[in-house]
């Protein structure tokens, strides 16, 4: 989407948050552009939770065809509405995808047919139908190809569009086969109209996510250690679902580590959402809420306990999360977490040295353990 339909979003989302779905309805209707309206009702259609408003943003979306000037347009828009419905769970959406389908294939023009045709796959490709999408790509291909000796300067432009959303793509694409199908022929169509550093760059982030599917965990830590966290990200989205958890996660301390907590922190909650369906080995998150601990954030380290069950394993980790809260000065959090140790004999040495006022923790030599070993 375009940067000021991103900011008429933002707006969007402020009436949807105050609860004043009329005021936003009221703000797009002031939208002269028919394609812009119905990207705004779109947004605002996924973003209502009451069926009257639903109903009242789902009748405005459709009304936007009736101004459509052209097939073009109106297949763009039909496209929306079919994304929009889809999303929200309406499955009236399948017919606008196949009447917007229906009216690009109606389009006399080669290139405006062809645009047409990727305006169309976009959207079919946000709501998660790849291969008709792919498809439609391939025709909108073949068609410039057709009329490039007729007007060669459009056609090329229109092939580097091509291209861009064939890259752009997998922003939505979830399935790694699609993804690497859909960069290879992005790569394809850059070297076909002589830009090869872009078409190097799509096989590049075809190759990252083929290791990806591989569920090569040990490149991707690579890929960490170059500091090239954009490439990480990309290959942790497509790796295995029983190591996506572990990965996102190994992302958000680099990411805490390299002093983007904000990024980190979303990072983070992805990660532990996977987790919570796919948790990795305990003493591979006992390990990384160790780190966490030694950037200094016992928060984050002490939310990664809940998915650590080893008595002996959990109890040396809270003992650790409950001093770095006593050395940044935070007793309370020192206490509620001592008091959640499992382990009764260390738990009654933690809350006695914090009782007592004295130092506590693995740095001071407490035994956190049985067999008197010292962490």
């Not at 109106?74 to 995808?97: H, M, P, R, T």
């Not at 809260?325 to 382990?343: C, F, K, W």
Request: hydrophobic fraction near 45%.
């Amino acid at each position: 989407m375009r940067g000021a339909v991103w900011m008429l979003i933002e707006r969007i989302e402020e009436y949807v948050r105050r609860d004043n779905v009329w005021g936003a309805l009221r703000l797009i209707s002031e939208e002269k552009d028919g394609v812009t309206r119905a990207e705004l009702l779109a947004e605002l259609l996924k973003r209502v939770t009451k069926y009257d408003e639903y109903r009242a943003v789902k009748d405005e979306l459709l009304e936007c065809t009736a101004d459509a000037p052209d097939r073009k347009t109106k297949a763009l828009i039909l496209s929306i509405i079919g994304e929009a419905l889809l999303s929200s769970g309406d499955y009236d959406g399948v017919k606008f995808f196949e009447e917007a389908i229906s009216t690009a294939r109606r389009i006399g023009f080669p290139l405006w047919r062809a645009e047409a045709f990727i305006g169309v796959a976009l959207n079919l490709i946000r709501a998660g139908i790849y291969e008709d999408a792919y498809s439609l790509l391939n025709s909108a291909f073949e068609g410039v190809v057709v009329a490039r000796t007729e007007d060669p300067d459009s056609a090329i432009r229109l092939l580097r569009n091509l291209a861009d959303s064939l890259l752009i793509s997998i922003e939505w694409i979830d399935d790694g086969e699609w993804a690497k199908l859909y960069l290879t022929t992005a790569a394809e169509v850059y070297e076909y109209i002589g830009i090869d550093f872009l078409a190097n760059s799509a096989k590049a982030k075809a190759w990252i996510i083929d290791r990806a599917l591989e569920g090569n965990t040990t490149f991707l830590r690579r890929l960490l250690a170059e500091n090239r966290v954009d490439d990480a990200i990309l290959m942790a989205r497509y790796i295995p679902r029983e190591h996506r958890g572990m990965a996102f996660l190994e992302i958000a301390f680099w990411l805490y580590a390299n002093d983007y907590p904000e990024l980190g922190r979303d990072i983070f909650n992805d990660a532990t959402a996977l987790l919570s369906e796919n948790a990795g080995t305990e003493h591979e998150i006992a390990e990384i809420a160790r780190d966490f601990l030694k950037l200094g954030y016992p928060d984050l380290a002490f939310r990664l306990t809940r998915f650590v069950e080893n008595e002996r394993l959990l109890s040396e980790l809270l003992t650790r999360i409950a001093a770095e809260y006593h050395r940044q000065g935070d007793e309370l959090m020192a206490r509620t977490v001592a008091m959640s140790i499992p382990n009764e004999t260390i738990k009654s040495r933690v809350v006695q040295q914090l009782g007592g006022g004295e130092h506590v923790g693995y740095e001071q030599g407490l035994q956190v353990a049985g067999g008197g070993k010292k962490r």
